[in-house]
C-alpha cells in the first residue's frame, strides 16, 4: 500500500532486530523492506546506540548540514558503542544466534504451549523467535506472576493492553536449560 500510495514505511526494530525473533529483522518474516529502519538495543548488546538506516534516495532527502547538525541521535557516534556494535554484529554472524533464536524459539514456544493445556489459569501463548508473550486473563494475574517469579529469580516483564502479557525476551545465547527452567519457574507462578 505504502509502495502505491507513495508513502514511507518506516519500521521501528528497536526491540525486534538483531535477531531477537528469528530474522535479523522482524519485517524479514513479512518479506518487507522498509524505507527507513530504526535500530538500536540488539545492535550493541546493550551499549548505547542506535541507527537509522534507509534507502539512498531517503537518506540523501536531507539536506547537507551547514552549521549545526539536523539530523542526530541520542547516541551518535560514540566510540565505546560503535566497537561494540561491531563486536557484537560479529558475535551473531560467527555464533549464528539469529539461527538460534528461530530455533530455541520454536522449542519454547512447544514447551509452554504443551504446559498451557495443563495450568488451570488461561493463557495465550504467542512468539516469534525469542520474542515470547504469554499473555494472562488478567493484568492482576500477570503482575502477581512477575513478582512471584522476580523472588524466585527470575526476571520477567508486563506488556501489552493492560499488562497482561508476560514479556520472554532472553539473551540469544541463553543456555537451553536455564531458559527451560526459567520458564518452569515462571510458569509455577501463575495462578
Known amino acids: 500500500r505504502c509502495d502505491e500510495e507513495g508513502w514511507l514505511l518506516i519500521a521501528d526494530e528497536i526491540y525486534s532486530g538483531f535477531g531477537r525473533t528469528g530474522r535479523w529483522f522482524a519485517c524479514e518474516h513479512e518479506a518487507v523492506v522498509p524505507d527507513l529502519l530504526c535500530v538500536g538495543k540488539g545492535l550493541a548488546s546493550g551499549m548505547p546506540i542506535s541507527a537509522c538506516l534507509g534507502k539512498e534516495a531517503v537518506m540523501n532527502a536531507w539536506p547537507p548540514c551547514e552549521d549545526e547538525a539536523i539530523h542526530t541521535q541520542t547516541f551518535l557516534g560514540h566510540p565505546a558503542s560503535c566497537a561494540a556494535a561491531l563486536a557484537s554484529l560479529q558475535v551473531l554472524e560467527e555464533e549464528h ?3 538460534r533464536a528461530a530455533e530455541l524459539g520454536a522449542r519454547t514456544l512447544g514447551w509452554l504451549t ?15 523467535g525469542l520474542m ?4 494472562c486473563e488478567t493484568p492482576t494475574t500477570a503482575a502477581s506472576a512477575c513478582s512471584f517469579a522476580l523472588e524466585r529469580g527470575v526476571i520477567v516483564s508486563r506488556s501489552g493492553e493492560h499488562g497482561r502479557v508476560l514479556s520472554l525476551t532472553p539473551p540469544l545465547s541463553i543456555d537451553e536449560d536455564a531458559l527451560r527452567q526459567a520458564i518452569t519457574t515462571l510458569l509455577g507462578c501463575i495462578e
Open 114 to 128: 504443551k504446559a498451557e493445556a495443563r495450568l488451570s489459569t488461561p493463557l495465550v501463548v504467542r512468539g516469534s
Open 97 to 99: 544466534l539469529v539461527e
Open 132 to 135: 515470547i508473550g504469554i499473555e
